[in-house]
Nanobody, 117 residues
Framework: QVQLVESGGGLVQAGGSLRLSCAAS????????MGWFRQAPGKEREFVAA????????FYSDSVKGRFTISTDGAKTTGNLQMNSLKPEDTAVYYC??????????WGQGTQVTVSS
């Protein structure tokens, strides 16, 4: 069984930065990808970014491209989402996700990110 635990959310002013982390435990596979999704109040959960384990290819939604950077450590046990130039519209609960495709079967509990204007 895979468990994902996010950390690093919080309150930041517009233009600021936050770094989210996702610690993965349990069995994972080299063909997996780790991703981040977010859900704002009253909206559907949406894809933010993903990184493919096998070749470290990265993928971003248009809304965060150029501002957010996804990465993993060498052991593929921790994933990070560096968020720069944050905007109020980035306010949401951010979820870590893992699986052979996005969205995968495994989800973290979520971490709140609030960007004030």
């Amino acid at each position: 069984q895979v468990q994902l635990v996010e950390s690093g959310g919080g309150l930041v002013q517009a233009g600021g930065s936050l770094r989210l982390s996702c610690a993965a435990s349990g069995r994972t596979f080299s063909n997996y990808a780790m991703g981040w999704f977010r859900q704002a109040p009253g909206k559907e959960r949406e894809f933010v970014a993903a990184i493919r384990y096998i070749d470290d290819s990265t993928f971003y939604s248009d809304s965060v491209k150029g501002r957010f950077t996804i990465s993993t450590d060498g052991a593929k046990t921790t994933g990070n989402l560096q968020m720069n130039s944050l905007k109020p519209e980035d306010t949401a609960v951010y979820y870590c996700n893992l699986g052979p495709r996005m969205p995968g079967d495994y989800w973290g509990q979520g971490t709140q990110v609030t960007v004030s204007s």
